[in-house]
């Protein structure tokens, strides 16, 4: 398919466990963005690539929280020592150009991850 | 401060009748841009539709129109002629164009939609 992926879809962590999510961006997009969305909430901005530099991670609720992007395509967001407050789905999104430019461009999302921290 | 605000956690509305959903947003910024964002139960973000801060006209994307009352700060969506596959959550974001956190979505609490037959 010619859209963003992301695996799993669902997770079950113990807590204390690390868990590592996967995003496959639509090919050839240079900007990929990273959220948590808690239940019965919007998503919340966690952390923002262009290519393979972390531009921004001022969303990071931790530093048990760590993400990658190392050859500009595929994301890994890692998680270290979950905790239960961690459940939640994570979704990442792609776009075809830079954060910085105003346009209408749209930022294409995957389905998520739901992570559930027991 | 909430930047977004959606003061309507849920709504219902009657197949092939129009619905508003509510949309405030509270930013400094001269440059900026409202989104709306379909959220179905299998939980992918679909994008609905875009309005600039600067453009003149309101946006429409076939039966998805948002109403800008700039001086309001309100973008609200219109939806036409609902259909039993409008049904979901919608959300409304906003993407700010200065500071730090430029380009990054905010987005509101979400409401949910309810289309009956």
């Known amino acids: 398919g010619a859209g963003v992926s992301q695996s799993p879809r669902y997770k079950v962590a113990k807590r204390g466990q690390d868990v590592a999510l996967r995003c496959d961006p639509i090919?050839?997009?240079?900007?990929l963005f990273w959220y948590q969305q808690a239940l019965g909430q919007g998503p919340e901005f966690l952390t923002y690539f262009q290519n393979e530099a972390q531009l921004d991670k001022s969303g990071l609720p931790s530093d048990r929280f760590f993400a990658e992007r190392p050859e500009g395509s595929v994301s890994t967001l890692k998680i270290q020592r979950t905790q239960q407050e961690d459940s939640a789905v994570y979704l990442c999104?792609?776009?075809?150009?830079?954060?910085?430019?105003?346009?209408?461009?749209?930022?294409?999302f995957g389905p998520g991850t739901r992570l559930t921290v027991t | 401060a909430q930047k977004i605000t959606q003061t309507q956690p849920g709504m219902f509305v009657q197949e092939k009748e129009a619905v508003t959903l509510d949309c405030t947003y509270d930013t400094s910024d001269q440059s900026y841009g409202l989104f709306w964002y379909k959220q179905p139960s299998s939980g992918e973000m679909i994008f609905l539709i875009y309005q600039g801060s600067y453009d003149e006209q309101n946006a429409t994307e076939g039966r998805y129109s948002l109403n800008f009352q700039k001086a309001r700060k309100s973008a609200n969506l219109v939806i036409s002629a609902s259909q039993l596959g409008d049904s979901a959550m919608y959300f409304c974001a906003m993407r700010e164009g200065s500071g730090g956190s430029q380009g990054n979505l905010i987005f509101g609490k979400g409401t949910k939609l309810s289309v009956k037959p």
């Open positions: 090919s050839g997009h240079v900007s």
């Open positions: 999104a792609s776009s075809l150009r830079g954060r910085g430019l105003l346009s209408s461009y749209e930022q294409y």
